[in-house]
């Protein structure tokens, strides 16, 4: 019970109130870090000391220069408050361990990061992108391993040397649960701005992902488990925005997941936008015939002026996971020349250019996974585009040809050639493409 009251405490508080836990009738000592005399040069003791007191709330206050530090442990029942004007910076010369974070936490329950006003964690990308530092693509701004009942709101992340923010799995716990992070911007960052490696329970809402570019995907936000038996389950990825990244919008993979071990997927993209991506703006990825059941739901979603596809699946069967599109908007995408170079493992090899690129691709690469693609409904979704070229591609990398099949909806078209490219051969086809003016 004094759990409980702690976590409403830690979660509800307004600053300059202390929370009470009624089991004890006492209120929740709140510390001031500057009162451990940061200096300068570096703050990581007066910062970690603040945080290792005990105390529930921790307020970083505005010192008039950066918070100079190197990795910071956090842990459970704390909600670390930064004021308006702070900055926290990675200090130069450190951070050499290929694992070495700004802030990561491990196995925390009851946790609060965020910020009031203008607050940014800064790290020094190019840095560890040289060779005096160990090859890296794992020093996040952010890291949350096994974590559970988390807030992050109100930051921005930016120039780290792996992902701004990154959830994924401890010893303890497989996976995040009961996440929410909220009005943050996640930019410039070396790899993604946002992974989710495993979770469930996770509320991504009104957040920026961009300028990522460094190290692939290079995306704005991607959903990828890297072991049997981790769950993407009640994902929400609200209002968000991915613009002028170097790979993709929003990717989802799942080629580690297996159905006998795994849960279904259950994960939904609301009205969220791409704009200015040089890889495709939606991608699903690796659901095949042994990967898990569930759905993935775009919804309300709109994509512009990307380099590569509007809506890019690939290696997805028919007979797992089914994607839904609804209300979904592409405008003047799929811009290169070249096929959708999104995937890490295709990028810088001629598969790039085995697919010609459309606003919506369909791609069979490896019929290991799954030789019966498809499985995908689109719901009164709008293409806009003045490529002379299909609207819907379907195409297969390797011989024998394995064709595309249940596919339905309808996609509403402004197009000077509104056709459907999906081979002669292609089954169970609903999918009606409707001309507007």
Request: hydrophobic share 40%; proline share 5%; net charge neutral.
């Amino acid at each position: 019970m004094r759990s409980a009251y702690l976590l409403l405490g830690i979660l509800f508080s307004l600053p300059g109130i202390s929370a009470v836990s009624a089991a004890e009738d006492k209120p929740i000592q709140a510390v001031n870090a500057a009162d451990w005399k940061p200096t300068a040069e570096d703050a990581t003791a007066a910062l970690q000391g603040a945080i290792d007191s005990g105390a529930g709330i921790v307020r970083v206050p505005n010192i008039g220069r950066p918070w100079v530090v190197t990795p910071i442990t956090l842990r459970g029942d704390l909600e670390l408050i930064f004021e308006d004007g702070v900055e926290v910076e990675a200090k130069k010369g450190g951070f050499l361990g290929k694992l070495d974070c700004l802030f990561k936490a491990t196995d925390a329950r009851n946790l609060v990061i965020r910020g009031e006003g203008t607050v940014v964690l800064r790290m020094h990308k190019r840095h560890y992108q040289m060779a005096a530092y160990k090859k890296s693509e794992w020093r996040h701004g952010i890291s949350l391993l096994g974590c559970e009942n988390v807030r992050v709101e109100n930051l921005t992340v930016r120039e780290t040397g792996g992902d701004g923010i990154y959830l994924s799995r401890s010893n303890t716990l497989n996976g995040c649960r009961h996440v929410v992070i909220r009005n943050v911007i996640s930019d410039a960052n070396h790899r993604q701005g946002l992974s989710v490696i495993a979770g469930s329970d996770l509320l991504i809402e009104n957040c920026v992902f961009k300028n990522t570019e460094g190290a692939a995907p290079e995306a704005g936000f991607d959903i990828e488990p890297n072991g049997d038996g981790q769950s993407a389950e009640r994902i929400t990825v609200r209002n968000c925005l991915s613009e002028n990244n170097g790979g993709a919008g929003f990717i989802t993979y799942f080629l580690k997941l297996s159905a006998e071990k795994s849960p279904p997927l259950d994960i939904t993209f609301e009205n969220c936008r791409v704009v200015n991506n040089k890889g495709a703006a939606f991608v699903v990825g690796a659901v095949g015939d042994n990967n898990p059941s569930g759905t993935i739901r775009f919804l309300g979603c709109t994509a512009e002026n990307t380099q590569g596809p509007g809506i890019y699946l690939y290696d997805k069967s028919r007979n797992r996971a089914r994607i839904r599109f609804e209300n979904c908007t592409l405008k003047n995408v799929a811009q290169s020349n070249r096929g959708p170079i999104v995937s890490p493992e295709l990028v810088g090899k001629d598969v790039d250019d085995a697919v010609p690129n459309a606003p919506v691709v369909l791609f069979l690469r490896r019929p290991q996974i799954t030789k019966t693609p498809g499985g995908v409904d689109f719901v009164d979704c709008v293409v806009e585009d003045r490529g002379d070229r299909p609207v819907v591609v379907a195409a297969t990398l390797t011989t024998p040809h394995h064709p595309v099949g249940d596919l339905s909806g309808t996609i509403k078209v402004s197009h000077p050639n509104p056709v459907m490219n999906l081979g002669a051969d292609a089954t169970a086809i609903t999918l009606k493409l409707v001309e507007t003016k």
